[in-house]
T-cell receptor
């Protein structure tokens, strides 16, 4: 069963638009961890953020922000004023007792930002 | 900075060949992982190792084996490569603890002809 769902397969926006990437997760644990990674065309996965289940504070880092809502099991990622360099595949991932040492990844959202 | 390196960025092999993919990390991490990434399927866990000489099967271990003789090195072995193993292979490592972040290597694009 899919534990992390990224419903948006592909998103295309024009530069300077805001864009939100959705992530919905499923777990029975009370303690769990959520992650976002970016995969640019070069292929390497770059870590963006980690959030534990006890910390529902939203986080902002420059043009990036994350909205964690336990009530809806969502951990959405917003890019403000998108830029061409934001074009990449973005993955949401979950770590809980069922995943053991590993991460359970969503299938990714491919974001294309055009000039 | 965490550094995870993979022996090759691109690899072309023939069906039936034995293929070794090497991964090395320099941060003394206990846990190491091999994933494969295919379009529309995301990342799927092949094998992982939580310590030296330890290995555990992931979601899709068939056709693969692994070796972890030293803490910094985790090898993925395709015993007899097949065309359906053409894929992007990603190695990752992290220190102990579920909350810890996995750090990834640059990936190896393997083409099996």
């Amino acid at each position: 069963a899919q534990k992390v769902t990224q419903a948006q397969t592909e998103i295309s926006v024009v530069e300077k638009e805001d864009v939100t990437l959705d992530c919905v997760y499923e777990t029975r644990d009370t303690t769990y961890y959520l992650f976002w990674y970016k995969q640019p065309p070069s292929g390497e996965l770059v870590f963006l953020i980690r959030r534990n289940s006890f910390d529902e504070q939203n986080e902002i880092s420059g043009r990036y922000s994350w909205n964690f809502q336990k009530s809806t099991s969502s951990f959405n990622f917003t890019i403000t004023a998108s830029q061409v360099v934001d074009s990449a595949v973005y993955f949401c991932a979950l770590s809980d007792s069922n995943s053991g040492y590993a991460l359970n990844f969503g299938k990714g959202t491919s974001l294309l930002v055009t000039p | 900075d965490v550094k995870v390196t993979q022996s090759s960025r691109y690899l072309v092999k023939r069906t039936g060949e034995k293929v070794f993919l090497e991964c090395v990390q320099d941060m003394d991490h206990e846990n190491m992982f091999w994933y494969r990434q295919d379009p529309g399927l995301g990342l799927r866990l092949i094998y992982f190792s939580y310590d030296v000489k330890m290995k555990e099967k992931g979601d899709i271990p068939e056709g693969y084996s692994v070796s972890r003789e030293k803490k910094e090195r985790f090898s993925l072995i395709l015993e007899s490569a097949s065309t359906n193993q053409t894929s992007m292979y990603l190695c990752a490592s992290k220190t102990r603890g579920r909350q810890e972040t996995q750090y990834f290597g640059p990936g190896t694009r393997l083409l099996v002809l």
